[in-house]
């Protein structure tokens, strides 16, 4: 297969500013037609959580994918849905402060600490935040290897946000499973990475222990 040349990857980074675009005019369409059914301010936080959740996915889809088609510039992609990600999952907690809490920022705190699966996402998204800051070049240029150790936490996010989602839902696992299994399939294309580290884990407790 011929090399994805750089014009086509910014070609590709258009059509993701458009989907996501056509995303948000999707959703504002729904609201505006009055098609989000009984509650609309729980499936408008549903939409939004589960497209900052599948952005995650797919975000990190893209380094097995470009591994498999001998593409590396389809890395390039991963800092901007990257930060669509983000953007999701924080107009997902804003839809749940200002529709459900009307901006009550002690209630959210209350909630957050009250609700072990909001405290988790909490978590999810302070990851995605601080990936979000220090995916600046600037930054990334500064914080040399211990970047590369930060940006691993993506992986403790999307664990922590499939497990929100699993344990938000009052009904139907089914969907929430299907995320666990994508989510497993995508952390288990990491498994030499997790065996270095699970080993350098034990080589530590067991020069302890000596
Ligand atoms: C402070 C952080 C967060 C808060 C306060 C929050 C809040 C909520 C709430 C209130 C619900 C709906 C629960 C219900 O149906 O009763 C929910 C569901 C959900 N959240 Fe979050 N969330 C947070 C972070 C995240 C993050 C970081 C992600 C993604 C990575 C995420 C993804 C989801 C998903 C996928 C659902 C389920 C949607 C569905 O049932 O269709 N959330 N969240």
């Known amino acids: ?4 040349p750089p ?3 910014t070609l590709i980074k258009v059509i993701i500013h458009l989907v996501s675009l056509s995303v948000l005019l999707y959703l504002y369409l729904l609201i505006d037609s009055g098609r989000l059914g009984a509650d609309p301010v729980k499936e408008m936080i549903h939409f939004l959580g589960k497209t900052g959740l599948n952005y995650l996915l797919i975000t990190l889809a893209i380094t097995p994918l470009s ?3 001998k593409q590396p510039l ?3 992609l991963k800092r901007l849905l ?7 999952t924080s ?11 009307s901006w009550e920022w002690g209630f959210l705190f209350e909630e957050i600490i009250k609700r072990p699966y909001l405290s988790l996402g909490m978590l999810a998204w302070v990851i995605l935040l601080l990936l979000s800051i220090t995916s600046l070049n600037a930054i990334k240029r500064k914080m040399k290897q211990s970047w590369f150790i930060l940006h691993r936490w993506v992986y403790v996010a999307v664990i ?11 009904s139907g696992v089914t969907e929430p499973i299907i995320y666990f299994i994508i989510c497993f399939v995508l952390l288990r294309e990491r498994s030499p990475y997790f065996k270095s580290k699970f080993t ?3 080589k530590v407790i067991s020069m302890k222990s000596n």
């Open 1 to 4: 297969m011929n090399k994805i």
């Open 7 to 9: 014009l086509a990857i």
């Open 67 to 69: 591994k498999r088609l």
């Open 74 to 76: 389809l890395g390039r």
């Open 82 to 88: 990257g930060i669509y990600t983000f953007v999701w």
């Open 91 to 101: 107009l997902h907690i804003t839809a749940f402060l200002w529709l459900e809490l």
């Open 160 to 170: 922590l946000g499939t497990i929100h989602y699993y344990w938000s839902v009052k």
């Open 200 to 202: 350098s884990v034990l």
